[in-house]
């Protein structure tokens, strides 16, 4: 057992070295000595055996290295590691102890890649123990118990060379009863950076800060003077409080020295929550929002953490460049959305934020580029595209990485972010363990691009999008660990982009089927930007009537610029859902101004007004409509004299109005109208209503009963006016009977009576001094004179 544990790759124990020393010491005994190597030898192959087979792969103990400090030490330091190990087999494990291994220096950054892949211990390859001293033992390891460890080495002691990157390993050796001889059982490798003079020249790295959500806010707003927003839920709510992940970005950022690189989405939605808000509920409720004091304070953290700092913002939203070049660029409108996400940018960031950002880069998704997404890029304004090395890859040669910026042509610069450093803080990181080998991974990969050569080069780091809190706090760890350290200096993104090129660095875009197929599976389908097209159509059509168009435009505006969001890969239900509320809700308020039904109107008559009423539910009035009312068959109703006729509509918030249209019936019968709203331009406007109007035209029938009538009025009037002559002669034939009979009944006094008679003319019958008989051909009077008589029977009495 003694000389088993003299093979590479074990370490004996205080006792078991004292052992090893006395049976040396009785092996010098001749007697002994063709014994001991009788029964040695076996015995030593087979332990020799066992050990390699356990150093090869056996792993019956787990090694979790939770820190390292320093991360980065030089000279003088003392190098703390702590961590736990746990008994993950089904044996106990006597005899344990923990020390570290320092394995050989290595000299590439593929060296780095193979190393953290390899996994188990590999005799040779894996190190040397550092010393006794620095072992932590433990008596035994009871299966699924975990046990702390913490070694300090001096840094002195562990025999460092020149400036390099050096594996450190942690192993756990031990016994168990199936293989009890000492072994290596748990082992966790990680990298160690040692440059313990200021290295000269010093690399300049930047390292992206990215400040961004996913959507929250819906195109809704109140009717109210305010417009108060609604938003899909309350999650932002939780990101911006304290622990959560916004949160944690902006209070770990604030002591870094990095490029804040911010989607002004973002900030206007939590400006939005600083006043009155809604959040969606079930169905159509909402109810109000809560946190406009979390709001006010985290936007007031965010303000002193970017002051003086360089702060780089994205299009609106961050749109998605890649799913637009490859799927709607060919669709009406898509490349003007991008414009105007571009164009407001300055409106957005400098107002809340207080600094003036840099607005010249585009951030592809995972900087994956080709040729169409650097035209998409570009078509907005930017000529620095951000993109990263594992896709700008070097084709050249070089025994180096070369400096960020790259001219790809067109006065646009590619700033190529390093693939290997801006990927590793993704996974899983909640674990300390996990986030203190990607810091150590991070560092050691950093080193060793300035250990490549002697020249200064620029690098930039770009992480992903939306680090979770743990991966942002990996994230602070290692660039605190990175600018204290003595390799590197912070750069500005814009200082990298204007850098000095490496002549001989690649810089032809890759072509498109150079894409990866990955990225392309989420991207935004075409049937998005097709729905998007869709939204501003109606958009345009609805917003000529209002006299307020900004109220419309603004909200609708920024939801379809949250349409094209980045955030939307891998959610394409979510994505959908989205359009399609924001759709939805617009035809909802077009269809607040709309005809009023009609049930069947009845014309009778030549001519006659038909009403249509329009009614405005809006808040604020329309105006440049026309309503147009068409007859589907003019020879029988006319309108306007074509077949149709137009008036222009003008109807105040909350009220109706109802406009008139003359016609004119040429037949009886039943006729369709159709009444539909245009805007000026000609465009339709909501939907038709349609009635039918029914023509009672006058028939010959009812005209000769209107003609009989009119006869009988003749007739009648004809009949009084031969009875009135018939009445006047008979009063003049009975005039003197009647002056006899006034004498008797009336005789008077002498006074009364004449004193003397008028002659008589006896050739004309008539008295003189009399009037002439009344003559047939004489005119009579229009009104009879009025007589005490009774009248005739049919005679009219005017009274």
């Not at 390093?418 to 560092?443: E, H, I, M, N």
């Not at 008295?767 to 004489?778: F, T």
Request: aromatic share 4%; proline share 7%.
């Amino acid at each position: 057992m003694a000389e088993a544990a003299d093979i590479q790759g074990t370490c004996p124990s205080p006792a078991r070295r004292w052992l090893r020393r006395t049976g040396a010491l009785l092996a010098g005994a001749p007697l002994l000595a063709g014994v001991l190597q009788l029964s040695a030898a076996p015995a030593a192959h087979a332990a020799g055996q066992d050990s390699a087979k356990a150093g090869s792969g056996t792993r019956t103990v787990s090694v979790a290295l939770d820190s390292l400090s320093p991360s980065a030490p030089t000279d003088g330091d003392t190098v703390t590691v702590t961590g736990t190990v746990t008994n993950t087999g089904k044996q106990t494990v006597t005899d344990a102890y923990v020390d570290l291994r320092v394995g050989p220096e290595l000299s590439t950054r593929s060296a780095i890649d193979d190393a953290a892949a390899r996994t188990g211990y590999v005799v040779g390859a894996d190190g040397t123990q550092v010393g006794d001293e620095y072992a932590q033992e433990f008596t035994k390891l009871t299966p699924g118990v975990s046990q702390p460890f913490s070694i300090s080495v001096p840094v002195d002691e562990l025999d460092l060379g020149g400036s390099g990157v050096y594996q450190l390993g942690v192993a756990l050796s031990g016994e168990t009863a199936a293989q009890p001889w000492d072994q290596v059982l748990g082992f966790q490798r990680t990298f160690l950076p040692w440059q313990p003079d200021e290295a000269d020249p010093r690399s300049r790295t930047t390292f992206l800060w990215p400040l961004m959500s996913t959507v929250h806010m819906t195109a809704e707003t109140g009717s109210n003077e305010q417009q108060t927003p609604v938003f899909l839920n309350d999650d932002l709510a939780e990101e911006i409080s304290p622990g959560g992940r916004l949160d944690q970005m902006v209070s770990l950022g604030k002591d870094l020295d990095v490029t804040w690189v911010i989607d002004p989405d973002l900030l206007a939605s939590v400006d939005a929550m600083t006043r009155s808000y809604q959040v969606r509920g079930d169905g159509d409720t909402t109810t109000p929002g809560t946190h406009q004091a979390l709001a006010k304070q985290w936007l007031a953290q965010l303000q002193r953490a970017v002051a003086g700092k360089e702060v780089v913002a994205l299009p609106f939203a961050d749109p998605d460049l890649a799913s637009l070049a490859h799927n709607g660029t060919d669709v009406t409108g898509s490349l003007s959305r991008l414009k105007e996400a571009t164009d407001v940018v300055a409106n957005t960031v400098e107002p809340i934020l207080h600094v003036k950002p840099t607005t010249e880069f585009a951030w592809p998704v995972d900087g994956a580029i080709d040729p169409a997404i650097v035209k998409v890029a570009t078509s907005a304004g930017a000529d620095k595209i951000i993109t990263r090395s594992d896709s700008l890859e070097e084709v050249g040669g070089l025994p180096y990485t070369p400096s960020a910026a790259r001219p790809i042509g067109g006065g646009t610069t590619a700033v190529v972010a390093d693939s290997r450093l801006s990927t590793a803080f993704q996974g899983d990181l909640t674990k300390a363990s996990t986030s203190t080998l990607s810091v150590q991974r991070f560092l050691a990969q950093s080193l060793m691009l300035n250990l490549q050569t002697d020249q200064q080069r620029s690098f930039v780091v770009a992480p992903q999008r939306m680090p979770t809190a743990s991966q942002a706090r990996t994230m602070a760890e290692a660039v605190t660990a990175l600018q204290g350290g003595t390799w590197s200096q912070a750069q500005h993104l814009t200082d990298a982009a204007e850098a000095k090129p490496d002549p001989g660095a690649t810089t032809q875009v890759p072509s498109a089927s150079q894409y990866p197929s990955s990225l392309r599976k989420q991207e935004l389908p075409r049937a998005a930007f097709e729905d998007i097209a869709t939204t501003q159509a109606k958009l345009d059509n609805f917003k000529v009537i209002l006299s307020d168009q900004s109220r419309v435009v603004t909200p609708f505006g920024r939801a379809m610029n949250r349409e094209m969001s980045t955030s939307w890969r891998g959610r394409p239900t979510e994505a959908a859902s989205f359009r399609n509320g924001v759709e939805n809700y617009l035809d909802d308020l077009a269809s607040e101004v709309t005809l009023i039904q009609k049930s069947e109107t009845k014309l009778s008559g030549r001519s006659a007004t038909i009403p249509v009423t329009v009614q405005n539910n809006l808040v604020q009035p329309v105006d440049h409509l026309v309503l147009r009312l068409t007859s589907t068959n003019p020879t029988r109703l006319e309108i306007g004299g074509k077949g149709y006729a137009e008036q222009p509509v003008s109807v105040s918030g909350g009220h109706a109005q109802s406009v008139k249209f003359d016609t004119s019936a040429n037949a009886n019968g039943r006729v369709a109208v159709i009444a539909q709203l245009f805007t000026e331009d000609g465009q339709a406007y909501g939907a038709p209503v349609t009635f039918d109007v029914r023509v009672t035209e006058i028939t010959a029938t009812v005209m000769l009963v209107i003609g009989g009538g009119v006869l009988l009025l003749v007739l009648a009037g004809f009949r009084m006016y031969t009875q009135r002559k018939r009445a006047a002669k008979t009063a003049a034939g009975d005039k003197p009977g009647q002056d006899d009979t006034a004498a008797r009944e009336n005789p008077g006094t002498p006074e009364d009576r004449p004193q003397s008679q008028e002659p008589h003319d006896e050739a004309s019958g008539t008295r003189p001094g009399a009037p002439d008989p009344e003559q047939p051909s004489d005119p009579t009077s229009d009104t009879a004179s009025e007589s005490a008589d009774p009248s005739g029977t049919g005679e009219r009495v005017d009274r």
